[in-house]
């Protein structure tokens, strides 16, 4: 089992409007490690085998899909399905502002992520990290000189496809410097035919990336990544989402605003990328009501703690789903006191895919890849949701492993059939859910035995559309995606 390391949140809760920045989870986890290194690798989980073969099955993406591997996570790359990833930045190379060289790049020159990406056709970037002191090395021709031979120096030593630049905490006083750096920087890259991504904040606080930004940097930037998560955080007066899809007026930023946000500056739909999470938030709050407040600092939980250490002994009545947020969360008692969990799950990462595509821009990403282990559910909902298909259904699952089969016909008017496995009898829900969030039907319910079981939903009275089946037994969900077309 992953040790439960709960590493500490310092985000801004958008929500409530502070209007002023605060660490990342990149920069906080970042930090963690530097100043724990005893606990590098303790959340990777050992890898199991044979994989998914659905999953695994060759094919192509539409779109990009672009995952964070950050050092600490070195071990956990034979579980991922490079299949379903276009990219995979490795972090970090840790930029010494006295000099403009690195102070470590943290084994990336013998990193075998690294290997495996190449070997399986998946592009690699070098992500670049500095989360403070922009000015000593802006203000210096001579250090960012040094800190871009030193960059292609590393990129040339695993022969990388491009470098990511995750610089964060940067005061407004900065932003040009900034952006001079990124010219710099994006045009000796082009020189060599490698590529540049840039991280976006949720929320641009300090004004770093107006119009102006997208529009001189255009001919040298390949993918803008944004960072969409931490709307909640660690030290919110209530517990809620760390990454909403949707919410409503009164309750603030969340995901769709952030990205339209930013393609009304300028940014370049065929270059933005939604970074989503594979963690959440747990909280101790004052009773079991939704959203309750906090009386405490909330902790980070990658999703495999939140599945596995803690959702299996949570009885159905504690789980929801919020319609509001569009997010998974669950309740329960420790020590005496009320706690909640938002997190992310099959049904969330479903809508939030198909949302993100209904933007038609360039794809989707991830942090962190390993923080869900050998669990299925986030590549399940890449594969539904990026991976090409030829039209044709391969063979059926087969029915000793826990699965939601493709519903008959899809599309389908009015009503279609869905196909459920269960390897051992179970208590089981099978829901739909519209592209709100709200639940359409309820399917079947109950302890049920184990093999193939169906179930038909009629689309009489509901417009078209996409809807998502969810079939949830205990910790584990698998969503399928269904069209209705009138």
């Known amino acids: 089992m992953v ?23 990149h920069q906080q986890q970042w930090e963690y490690y530097r100043d724990h290194p005893e606990e590098v690798g303790s959340q990777v989980v050992a890898p199991r085998m044979p994989k998914r073969s659905d999953l695994a099955a060759a094919r192509s993406l539409d779109g990009i899909v672009y995952g964070f591997h950050p050092y600490w996570m070195n071990g956990s790359e034979s579980n991922y399905y490079y299949n379903l990833l276009t990219h995979i930045a490795y972090m970090s190379g840790d930029v010494d502002t006295a000099t ?14 690294v290997t495996r990406a190449k070997n399986n056709g998946v592009k690699v970037h070098f992500a670049v990290v500095l989360f403070g002191g922009h000015s000593a090395l802006f203000s210096s021709q001579t250090k960012k000189d040094n800190l871009i031979k030193s960059i ?32 710099q920087l994006g045009d000796t890259l082009k020189k060599y035919g490698k590529e ?11 004004g770093i990336f107006p119009a102006a930004f997208f529009t001189e940097l255009d001919a040298v930037v390949d993918q803008y990544f944004i960072m969409l998560y ?42 933005l990328i939604a970074g989503i999470p594979n963690y959440g938030n747990d909280w101790p709050v004052a009773g079991p009501s939704r959203m309750a407040a906090t009386t405490g600092k909330g902790t980070s939980r990658t999703y495999t703690v939140a599945k596995n250490n803690y959702l299996d002994t949570i009885p159905p009545g504690n789980r929801f789903f919020d319609a509001t947020y569009n997010s998974p969360w669950y309740r329960y008692i420790s020590g005496g006191v009320w706690r909640q969990t938002w997190y992310e799950d099959s049904l969330s990462w479903a809508m939030k895919f198909d949302s993100i595509r209904s933007l038609g821009i360039a794809g989707t990403g991830m942090w962190a890849l390993g ?67 709200r639940r359409t039907a309820l399917l079947d319910a109950g302890r049920r035995d184990a093999g193939r079981h169906t179930a ?21 969900t698998v969503t399928e995606r269904m069209l209705l077309l009138r």
């Open 3 to 25: 040790r439960r390391i709960l590493l500490p949140l310092l985000f801004c809760a958008l929500p409530l409007l502070q209007a002023q920045e605060h660490p990342s989870i």
């Open 371 to 437: 923080y869900d282990g050998t669990e299925p559910e986030l590549w399940g909902a890449i594969a539904n949701a990026y991976a090409v298909t030829n039209g044709v259904c391969g063979p059926e699952r087969a029915p000793e492993r826990f699965a939601l089969l493709r519903n008959h016909p899809n599309p389908f008017n009015p009503s279609t059939t869905i196909e459920y496995v269960l390897p051992e009898r179970a208590e089981v829900t099978l829901e739909v859910f519209d592209m709100l969030g």
């Open 100 to 113: 403009g060289n690195f102070t470590t790049t943290h084994n990336w020159a013998t990193a075998n992520v």
């Open 196 to 206: 540049l991504s840039v991280e976006l904040f949720a929320v641009d606080w300090n």
């Open 152 to 183: 292609m120096q590393q990129v040339n030593a695993r022969n990388a496809d491009g470098v990511n630049i995750d610089f964060e905490s940067i005061s407004g006083s900065q932003a040009l410097p900034y952006r001079a750096f990124l010219k």
């Open 230 to 271: 931490a709307y909640y955080y660690s030290g919110s007066s209530t517990a809620g989402p760390n990454a909403p899809l949707r919410a409503t007026a009164a309750s603030g930023y969340h995901i769709m605003k952030s990205i339209k946000t930013y393609l009304d500056r300028g940014c370049p739909p065929h270059k």
């Open 456 to 476: 038909r939903f009629d689309g009489t009275g509901h417009s078209s559309g996409i809807y998502l089946a969810r079939l949830r037994s205990g910790a584990r």
